[in-house]
């Protein structure tokens, strides 16, 4: 009796998956996609390595468009019980899941490919998942869609770059055409601000290249500057910089803001203002690393009173430095 009635259940199941097999691959389809959003950015997103305005505005609308489609595509085809209707839904929902996945893994695929094309500038930075890869003719800047801002700027430097006049300084701020619009700043945003448009890689660094020194002045480098500090203490650090790449072969360079924990905010697109600047520099031919925490504001001390350690700037920033650069001599600047 017992095995009777567990054929029949079998068999009712049988019948049942048979007229809901469509409901079953979609649902299917849906834990797949499921699956890759959780892993490519929910999960980065509650560890704060994906921005807010990177899950709002992209994975997330493309993820519940996809689940709505699996829907569709499921009742159309429990629906419209015909082989040739039904093979068009089971390959619109294989459509839906491709898309699906490919949608919610673009911006890591995207940022490993700047990783790639930028692996000069990032031999002594571990780069992070989180935000906007880009990969520019003389640098590296991730730059944060959320704040608008890059959090930080990488720059292999070369003696023979440094040496040269080539180009001249174009002073023409141009909003990124490769960031798309809510995601990052405009020149307008910093008129009447009271702050100035503060370069993480300076345009200094590019007189030899012209697309180099153009791309210095897009505004995925630029952060809100105290006027005062940007065109003394902090210009007076950058030709310092250069200055050491000059007399040491080359240098790395690694340059952000650090914020608070709630920032101002400035122009239409509400750019984040930094209570401070941060700068590494190290220099392979000699195994020498120097850090520096310059707080954003008007009034400031010699240089070597911000000298701070590389596990400071680590701990302020998120940025992980490759383990074996030596930590910073806290005592003195570079001779």
């Given at each position: 009796m017992n095995i009777i009635k567990v054929a029949k259940f079998i068999f009712e199941l049988r019948g049942w998956a048979a007229g809901y097999k469509t409901y079953i691959t979609a649902a299917a389809g849906i834990c797949v996609t499921t699956a890759a959003f959780l892993n490519s950015q929910l999960l980065p997103w509650i560890n704060g390595t994906v921005g807010t305005t990177d899950l709002l505005s992209g994975a997330l609308p493309a993820y519940l468009e996809t689940v709505a489609g699996f829907f569709a595509a499921g009742t159309l085809r429990h629906a419209l019980d015909t082989r040739s209707v039904s093979d068009k839904a089971n390959l619109l929902i294989v459509a839906f899941t491709a898309s699906a996945v490919m949608w919610t893994l673009a911006p890591v695929m995207a940022n490993a490919d700047a990783f790639e094309d930028c692996a000069e500038h990032l031999a002594v930075v571990t780069p992070s998942k989180n935000g906007d890869a880009l990969c520019r003719t003389g640098y590296f800047a991730m730059h944060n869609p959320d704040r608008k801002t890059p959090d930080w700027v990488a720059e292999h430097l070369t003696a023979e770059h440094i040496m040269s006049d080539r180009y001249p300084r174009t002073n023409t701020f141009i909003t990124d055409p490769d960031l798309a619009p809510g995601r990052r700043a405009t020149p307008a945003d910093y008129t009447r601000s009271r702050y100035d448009?503060?370069?993480?890689?300076?345009?200094?660094?590019?007189?030899?290249?012209?697309?180099?020194?153009?791309?210095?002045?897009?505004?995925?480098?630029?952060?809100?500057?105290?006027?005062?500090?940007?065109?003394?203490?902090?210009?007076?650090?950058?030709?310092?910089?250069?200055?050491?790449?000059?007399?040491?072969?080359?240098?790395?360079?690694?340059?952000?803001?650090?914020?608070?924990?709630?920032?101002?905010?400035?122009?239409?697109?509400?750019?984040?203002?930094?209570?401070?600047?941060?700068?590494?520099?190290?220099?392979?031919?000699?195994?020498?690393?120097?850090?520096?925490?310059?707080?954003?504001?008007?009034?400031?001390?010699?240089?070597?009173?911000?000298?701070?350690?590389?596990?400071?700037?680590?701990?302020?920033?998120g940025l992980k430095f490759r383990p074996d650069i030596p930590e910073v001599d806290t005592h003195k600047l570079w001779s």
């Open positions: 448009r503060g370069h993480q890689a300076p345009s200094a660094d590019f007189h030899w290249s012209k697309k180099a020194m153009v791309e210095s002045f897009y505004m995925s480098n630029m952060a809100p500057q105290r006027p005062n500090l940007n065109r003394k203490l902090w210009a007076e650090l950058e030709g310092t910089v250069r200055g050491w790449a000059a007399s040491r072969s080359e240098l790395y360079v690694i340059t952000g803001p650090i914020y608070g924990h709630r920032p101002k905010h400035i122009g239409k697109s509400r750019v984040a203002v930094p209570f401070a600047f941060f700068k590494v520099i190290y220099a392979p031919g000699q195994n020498e690393t120097l850090a520096l925490v310059i707080p954003n504001r008007s009034r400031f001390k010699p240089l070597e009173s911000y000298i701070c350690t590389l596990a400071g700037i680590e701990h302020r920033t």
